[in-house]
């Protein structure tokens, strides 16, 4: 599937090029990993070297962020209107309150989650999910949302830019970016969860 996306971005450029980049975009939150980093990826590097409107890619890769984010948003809300459809290990005496914590929290601090969202790759979904249990409005989700994608997406296509023609070294500098980002937001998380049960009103 992937292989048939590729030739088809690198066909030319139209309509259909930016559709494809867009659906990309949010299908990434929808069935993650899948296939969103890649073909945004390839549809910055056509533009950093083929020609293709950066405008129109940066346009296209956050909207359809935008999109999916709202997506997974609604997927939240649809849990949260439904707990006693939740699988049993959510609704287990240790995992429910870890939820109702991360819940709590999101009510708290949910813009600054999102507008980090992006910068976190493999966990972004996760994010509109939780924002969802939580009770968060659509606009204040789509708005932090959208900045994180504008901003992601600005910073891969300079990178874009910058390394020319060497696809396969984009590719390499950000998928390690975001086994390191995965693996530093898990070390967090232990630390984290590490220290609350240290404390003596945990």
Do not use: C
């Not at 088809?8 to 559709?19: K, M």
């Not at 867009?22 to 056509?46: K, N, Q, W």
């Not at 600054?112 to 790759?121: E, K, S, T």
């Not at 600005?154 to 390191?180: K, T």
């Amino acid at each position: 599937m992937l292989d048939e996306l590729t030739r088809l971005l690198e066909a030319g450029e139209g309509p259909l090029v930016y559709l494809v980049l867009g659906l990309a975009a949010a299908t990434e939150y929808v069935l993650p990993p899948m296939p969103g980093d890649s073909v945004s990826l390839l549809g910055i590097f056509l533009a950093a070297t083929a020609g293709y409107s950066a405008w129109l890619v940066l346009g296209s890769l956050t909207l359809g962020s935008i999109v999916g984010s709202l997506l997974a948003w609604g997927f939240g809300r649809w849990l949260d209107g439904r707990r006693e459809r939740w699988p049993r290990f959510m609704r287990h005496e240790r995992v429910a309150p870890s939820i109702a914590r991360v819940q709590a929290s999101f009510e708290r601090h949910g813009p600054a989650y999102l507008a980090v969202n992006r910068f976190l790759p493999g966990l972004r979904a996760f994010f509109f999910v939780a924002a969802g249990l939580s009770g968060m409005r659509p606009l204040p989700v789509a708005f932090w949302g959208g900045v994180s994608a504008l901003v992601w997406n600005s910073l891969l296509l300079g990178l874009g830019y910058l390394v020319g023609r060497n696809f396969a070294l984009l590719e390499r500098i950000v998928h390690g970016y975001g086994w390191g980002a995965l693996v530093a937001a898990l070390i967090a998380a232990l630390v984290y969860v590490g220290a609350k049960r240290r404390r003596p009103d945990s």
